[in-house]
């Protein structure tokens, strides 16, 4: 006996994902003008009732979001100015289906980044971009969600807002490790310090940590500053910390506030620079001779913290990797289900410095 199943027809698509026989048709049909959650829901009921297999739907579906968008703060911080490189870099070498872009917008500006979310928002279907702490700013990542976009912050974050993923380091714990290290190095006698230690008994020298920030604007500098300002307090009672002074990520400003700090404060033994452009501070280091009596602890590995490392001006860079902050931004593009984690926090001293990076300038 011969029993005839009836074949799955579109209303019944329809009435499984919710949706209007007209939407169904523009997804079976592969029009435009249908939001990619909607898209989804389609062609997961076309599978459940059995009008389309898994290989169908999958082929279908293809990336889960094919237009990647970077967007990075403009200035002179090599860090981020590298990353852009290396992200254009392999942008130019993206084939189908997925393709990357990458755009430099105002530094510290809430309202240039509104206006770059949006703008490139549109023709985007992923945006991933450094976020500045602000309420306009939240309200364009509603907006973005909201359209069906999916919205990634990158090295420094905005959890109260809807952002689907963050990708960066722990920052609060990076502050914690920068402090842990500056106050264990300033235990032991630099410069004219050692003069003083090898004529009587050595005793941790009480003196002063500057912090320096790029601004609050961005959550990265402020948890990096409470991590480190908490530890210090916790183990170091000796040390005193001083600032923030904020210099803008600007190595210009950065050059001449450590100028002031050394002229103001003879006593002074370490400065964390917890944002970029630690060129700026290198160079008052090196001008006025001060490199050998200060631990100097940034941010980013770069052209010139590496050479800053080998010549004994700064003692530790911490750093996230670019080609780790890229992959899982493509990763989220690729596979809606992907999960993002932390990137890994890396130190590095004169001693253990990787091969240089042909992707950075």
Not at 72 to 98: C, D, H, K
Not at 181 to 204: D, H, I, N, Q, W
């Amino acid at each position: 006996m011969v029993f005839d199943v009836k074949r799955p027809l579109i209303p019944d698509i329809a009435s499984a994902a919710g949706v209007s026989t007209a939407t169904v048709d523009r997804v079976l049909n592969r029009r435009a003008g249908v939001r990619r959650v909607t898209l989804h829901r389609v062609l997961q009921a076309a599978l459940q009732i059995g009008y389309l297999d898994e290989s169908e739907v999958n082929r279908r579906l293809g990336p889960a979001f094919s237009k990647v968008v970077f967007l990075l703060p403009q200035g002179t911080n090599p860090y981020l100015t590298g990353l852009n490189v290396y992200v254009r870099a392999l942008a130019e070498q993206s084939v189908e289906p997925i393709k990357v872009r990458s755009h430099f917008i105002e530094s510290f500006n809430p309202d240039a980044l509104v206006r770059a979310l949006r703008r490139y928002g549109k023709t985007s279907d992923v945006i991933v971009f450094m976020a500045i702490e602000h309420p306009k700013v939240r309200q364009v990542i509603d907006e973005l969600v909201h359209a069906g976009k999916r919205v990634i912050t990158v090295i420094s974050d905005l959890p109260t807002s809807n952002r689907h993923a963050y990708i960066g380091i722990d920052n609060f714990a990076a502050g914690r490790t920068a402090a842990k290290v500056m106050g264990r190095f300033c235990r032991a006698p630099r410069g004219k310090l050692a003069l003083v230690a090898a004529s009587r008994a050595y005793r941790a020298p009480r003196g002063k940590l500057a912090l320096v920030a790029a601004s609050r604007a961005y959550r990265a500098h402020m948890e990096r500053e409470m991590g480190f300002l908490a530890l210090i307090e916790e183990s170091f009672p000796h040390l005193t910390v001083i600032g923030p002074q904020e210099g803008h990520d600007n190595r210009d400003e950065n050059y001449v506030n450590t100028c002031r700090l050394l002229e103001q404060h003879d006593d002074l033994v370490g400065i964390y620079n917890v944002g970029g452009s630690s060129d700026g501070i290198g160079r008052a280091l090196r001008e006025l001779k001060r490199s050998d009596d200060i631990c100097f602890i940034g941010h980013g590995l770069t052209p010139d913290t590496r050479t800053m490392l080998i010549e004994g001006i700064m003692d530790l860079v911490i750093t996230q990797s670019p080609s780790a902050i890229y992959a899982q931004a493509l990763q989220l593009a690729s596979d809606e289900r992907y999960e993002s984690s932390a990137i890994a926090m890396e130190l590095y001293f004169a001693e253990n410095l990787p091969a240089a990076s042909p992707w950075l300038p």
